[in-house]
């Protein structure tokens, strides 16, 4: 006990994923006995993996607006608002270019969809991604109850942003209304505090059924492609993101990558950007010192429109895809779809497994047969968990330069190793 008590919360977890890790792979390695499958992977393993996540996501939603509002309301000048937006949007879709191109040449080269034989004989069942008009059209909430209810993140956004201004423009009454959301914000961080306990179990269940049940048949018969899927994420997150931060931002990217693992761990457990936007929130505040102004408008705006670990996923897809069934495509449609990766990711919700939605529309786009997505099903959980890493390793990454650039990064958190341990020891926001 006293030995656990002493283990910082991303040990914690990192321990859980091994543990879970090896549990599950006996239990693959028996041919997943019966027993095993009623009592601990839909068993206890299930029900605990999923209240995990119900726990991460019922955070979601309060914990974007009111700390939105608080961090709207907080800003001095509304002209920082649009500068700070404008940035940012610019450098996630900048990134995203970058993943998209970077999948699309390492397809072209390793060619990973020749020679493949079919293991998979799923049909996929893909809902219609939406067309791009939408998506503007329906970031204005016709009813901002509505959007919470449904948590759309770009609707909810933009309600806690134009409420928070005219928090501020209220003068007193709205410093009176400011002050209780900045209350509500301390309150809701330290539930997050409270779910951050139980996390190490919910991470062990997840990681024992992902290991228990992934089929490594599937997982070979494709392994061209998954592996370099994994190599052009790795590219991705420990090149690309640590030179732009050095460039761009001057800071130190091995300072950055040390403090974001708990939030990688997390990321890559639920495989999902939107359920981890607590413990990215809670990360880059408290650990990496950027300020809530920045980080409560940022976070939850990448997770929504950030994905290029996704990115990632969809170019080299489409190749394997193009290279599977023989087709050739010509420039102009590789062209056609680093555009509509980055266009189809700003309306996407950071959620599992949507990535291959949104692949569907790609392949669609450039004439290639969508059914070719039943063949990287099968590895796809696997995939999606390692990806939604990159995605907010990159949110992450992206609100740290901009708050820099706006003199809203702490400079002495940010060098403090420490920095943010006492959440994580004692379970309380110092
Ligand atoms: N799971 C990813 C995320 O939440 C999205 C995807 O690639 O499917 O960021």
């Known amino acids: 006990m006293a030995f656990t008590k002493k283990l910082d919360l991303s040990a914690k977890i990192f321990i859980a994923m091994i543990l879970g890790a090896v549990t ?63 940035k940012t949007i610019v450098l996630y879709l900048f990134t995203t270019a970058i993943a998209v191109t970077l999948a699309l040449g390492s397809a072209i080269i390793f060619k990973p969809g020749v020679g493949v034989h079919a293991v998979a004989t799923v049909t996929a069942q893909i809902a219609e991604a939406k067309p791009f008009t939408q998506v503007i059209i329906d970031m204005v909430p016709t009813n901002p109850v509505a959007a919470m209810a449904d948590g759309q993140m770009l609707p909810i956004i933009l309600f806690a942003v ?83 931060l050095s460039v761009i931002g001057r800071l130190n990217p091995l300072i950055f990558l040390s403090k974001i693992r708990a939030a990688m761990l997390f990321a890559f457990t639920t495989a999902s950007s939107n359920a981890t936007i607590p413990v990215t929130l809670e990360t880059v505040e408290k650990k990496v010192g950027v300020s809530n102004k920045i980080a409560s408008f940022t976070v939850p705006l990448g997770a929504t429109i950030n994905m290029d670990g996704t990115a990632i996923m969809q170019g080299i897809a489409t190749g394997f895809i193009a290279q599977f069934y023989g087709i050739d495509l010509s420039m102009s449609q590789y062209l056609m779809v680093v555009v509509m990766v980055i266009l189809a990711s700003i309306g996407t919700a950071g959620v599992p497994g949507v990535g291959l939605v949104v692949l569907a529309g790609v392949l669609d786009q450039v004439g290639l047969p969508a059914e070719g997505i039943a063949l990287i099903l099968g590895v796809d959980r696997l995939l999606d968990m390692t990806r939604t890493v990159v995605n907010i390793t990159g949110d992450s990454m992206v609100t740290t330069i901009v708050a820099k650039s706006e003199g809203e990064l702490d400079m002495d958190v940010f060098n403090n190793p420490r920095a943010g341990l006492a959440f994580e020891e004692k379970g309380s926001i110092s």
């Not at 134009?162 to 423009?169: D, F, K, V």
């Not at 961080?189 to 139980?198: A, G, I, R, W, Y």
Request: glycine letters at 8%.
């Open 162 to 244: 134009l409420l928070g201004i005219s928090i501020t423009l209220s003068k007193e009454v709205g410093v009176r209304v400011s002050n209780w959301f900045h209350d509500m914000n301390a309150i809701i961080m330290k539930l997050v505090t409270l779910v951050m306990e139980v996390a190490p179990y919910g991470v062990f269940s997840l990681i024992a059924i992902l290991a228990a049940t992934s089929s490594v048949a599937d997982i070979m018969a494709l392994g061209k492609y998954v592996g370099l899927v994994f190599a052009v994420l790795a590219i991705h997150a420990l090149i690309v993101y640590p030179t732009i």
């Open 24 to 86: 599950g792979l006996i239990l693959n390695i028996a041919g997943l006995p019966e027993w095993s499958q009623l009592w601990l992977t839909d068993g206890i393993f299930r029900v605990v993996g999923q209240i995990f996540i119900s726990l991460l996501k019922m955070l979601v939603v309060p914990l974007v607006f009111i700390s939105l509002v608080c961090g709207s309301s907080s800003l001095s000048d509304p002209k920082m608002l649009g500068r700070v937006g404008g």
